[in-house]
């Protein structure tokens, strides 16, 4: 599946997940709708329990979690609209109930570990290189860059369909447009700069990330991330033509619109990241 594919299955879950939480919200209509309910809730699971391998680790846990919450709730609702039961009926119920979690929560696992396999055995572009200034040619169409320390990296000939970044160090990213999504994790005290459609950064800490991104990014599990927008310097006066080929438009920036997965409050900002002040804000070098 690609990786464009991918997102589109994740939103569509996501909207799924979203349509059975206001449904179990909705009180007053909720005990007519137990049934189709009951119906909606097993669909979401047999199209997740097919499907979740094509999506990242990080986004099977979260809709993992969801569902079982969702499952609960709509236990509880099912409970309430029923006639007490003696002692032994009550505590099969709940037997049964706690199955059907188990068996989720047990396809979801071997999901992740599916995810992880296939991310684990994909081969590497660039990996094992400490202190070297390193350039992408069109011979790598979708890299996967790993394992760099103090190394500049630079990919600005040519427009991947989607990049993997992980384990870089002290290091200064410098990309073109990504046609889809670029992916991050585990790096630190590295600086990127990014043109893409989607940005998910997952365990990194302490970097700075220049962005143009067409749909709002993610962080999950990140510390210190600093974000500012993509510069328009004369260092990129040549990207235009690529720009113009990467199909992302110039006008839609969501560079400041980040959701972090471990903060959920809508009040507050997160602590995990924040914005580059315009005095601080760094433009690319060769």
Known sequence: MSQASSFELQAHLNDRIQDLQKALQDKED???KLCELDTKIKDFEALFSEKAHFLPSYDVKKLQTAILAIKASYQRHLQSTQPKKRFAFKSRTSM?????????ASDAKAAVQKVYSTKNTAKVTLGDKENESLVLDSGEMDPLISRLRGCKVH?????????????????VVVFGPVRTSVFV????????YLYCQQLR??????CSVYLHVTCKGIIEDCHGIRFAPYPETPFMEDL?????????SPMENHWDEIQDFNW??????????????SENRKSPTL
């Open 264 to 277: 959920l409050s809508p009040d507050q900002a997160s602590p995990n990241w924040s914005i580059i002040p």
């Open 30 to 32: 909720i005990t007519s």
């Open 240 to 248: 235009k033509e690529l720009k113009a080929s990467s199909g992302l």
């Open 155 to 171: 990919l600005r000939t040519y427009v991947p369909s989607t990049v993997h970044l992980t384990d870089l160090e002290d290091c």
């Open 185 to 192: 994790e585990r790096c630190r005290n590295t600086v990127f």
């Open 201 to 206: 950064m997952h365990e990194s800490k302490d």
């Open 96 to 104: 049964k109930t706690r199955e059907e979690i188990n068996t989720l």
